[in-house]
């Protein structure tokens, strides 16, 4: 009888340690080992985690009927030895109770959760032999549970099913997972999950620096305008960024150029017709639009038709993969002061500040430095003025056109380079 009492602990050790190694088996884990050939464990791992009502209701009955075979065999062999006396009775049901937490629960589960799945792809095999010996007896059990549940208006969900995994869990998986991958490839997989948050009014140059032609202009000027260009896509317009004519490739004018014969006409014949994104539009969804129209560039209208700003595929690009080099109209927006100091355009993105000096200013509301200051005075400043934001001292230098043109933002020493 004590050899039987032991296999019965062993046994119900052995049903407590493949509950909990199933149940903390990594489903993309498990799904990735299954849909490699040669992981038979795997697959059958897979399947069982896929019957979880009847996986679960083999595992309980047989951890209980052996769990209670053995209290019965402890009280048998208390009375066989020492009595049956009430006192007796009630050690014996002490002691089977702490044999069994210790040697049948507590250890086999912690064995079973720290090496989850190495012991359930080994075990599956012979849980699958008892899924399959037991079924009759799990389908009636199951069944009252099926009733009970009935009963109680509780609708059984299919276990078959893999729930949806939504963006936020996503991202807790990569963060989870940045021990299994290198940081840039972490904070790529993070960037482009946040891509679906943001729309082009994050990452749009703002009309105020879009850099074009007006062609209203005495041409020669025109001439030198494009001769010094800073990017190779120049918007044209005549009078107004409003009245907007086309955009031009400057290499597509350097055989003009070096001809000597540069003409407006020439110029408005290589030119292409402007492309209109209407404001708000998902990043990823003018990603998306860009590369099935062969476009570059867009220009941002309001639903009045008014521009707004300019975006290039690279402004969407930066948002996933970090900072271009020679992205001459950022530098332009940070100028460094010693002391930690910088003089920072109020036009510039938020998410542009904090990307390339490493700030934390808040980008959930406003998307420029003069919008998230015009927010918080609820006024336009006179120069001079000075206000703490999202925690970093910030003093206006030079007001225009009722907006704050520069701010001198102090961010410490160990701020990020402009």
């Known amino acids: 009888m004590l050899l039987g009492l032991v296999i019965l602990l062993l046994l ?54 052996i769990n209670a075979a053995a209290a019965s065999m402890v009280t048998v062999l208390a009375v066989h030895f020492v009595g049956g006396s009430g006192w007796v009775l009630s050690m014996s049901t002490l002691l089977v109770t702490l044999v069994i937490l210790v040697f049948s629960e507590i250890t086999p589960k912690v064995i079973g959760a720290a090496y989850a799945e190495p ?125 907007v004519v086309g955009i031009v490739h400057v290499r597509k004018v350097f055989g003009q150029f070096q001809q000597g014969d540069l003409t407006e006409a020439g110029l408005l014949k290589v030119m292409r017709q402007p492309y209109f994104i209407p404001e708000g539009t998902p990043l990823l969804t003018q990603l998306q639009n860009f590369q099935e129209m062969h476009r570059k560039a867009g220009l941002v209208v309001d639903e009045y038709g008014e521009l707004l700003g300019w975006v290039t595929v690279e402004d969407i690009l930066e948002e996933i993969v970090g900072e271009f080099s020679g992205r001459a109209h950022h530098r332009d927006l940070f100028t460094r002061e010693p002391g930690g100091a910088v003089l920072v355009d109020g036009d510039c993105s938020l998410r542009v500040l904090n990307r390339k000096l490493g700030t934390r200013f808040s980008v959930d509301g406003p998307r420029t430095l003069n919008g998230l200051i015009l927010e918080i005075l609820e006024d336009i400043p006179e120069p001079g003025t000075s206000l703490k934001v999202d925690g970093y001292p910030v003093e206006i230098v030079h007001t225009q056109d009722r907006r704050v043109k520069v701010a001198r933002v102090q961010i410490g020493s160990e701020a990020g380079g402009a």
């Open 12 to 65: 119900s050790g052995f049903f407590s340690m493949a509950e909990t190694s199933m149940m903390a088996l990594d489903r993309y884990r498990l799904q990735h080992l299954a849909s490699h050939p040669g992981h038979r464990g795997a697959r059958l791992a897979l399947s069982l985690r896929q019957q979880t009502d009847r996986l679960l209701g083999m595992l309980l009955l047989g951890n209980n009927f």
């Open 119 to 243: 012991i359930a792809l080994r075990l599956s095999y012979v849980l699958a032999g008892l899924l399959w010996l037991f079924s009759p007896v799990i389908w009636f059990v199951n069944l009252f549970v099926r009733s009970l549940l009935f009963l109680l208006r509780l609708p059984m969900r299919p276990t078959q099913g893999q729930p949806n995994l939504g963006l936020d869990e996503l991202r807790m998986l990569v963060l989870e997972g940045g021990g299994f991958m290198p940081r840039k490839h972490q904070d790529l997989l993070l960037n482009l999950l946040g891509l679906n948050r943001m729309t082009i009014d994050d990452v749009m140059t703002p009309r105020s620096r879009i850099e074009g032609v007006d062609l209203d202009a005495d041409f020669s000027s025109v001439v030198a305008q494009l001769a010094t260009a800073r990017h190779t896509l120049q918007l044209l317009y005549r009078g107004t960024p409003d009245a």
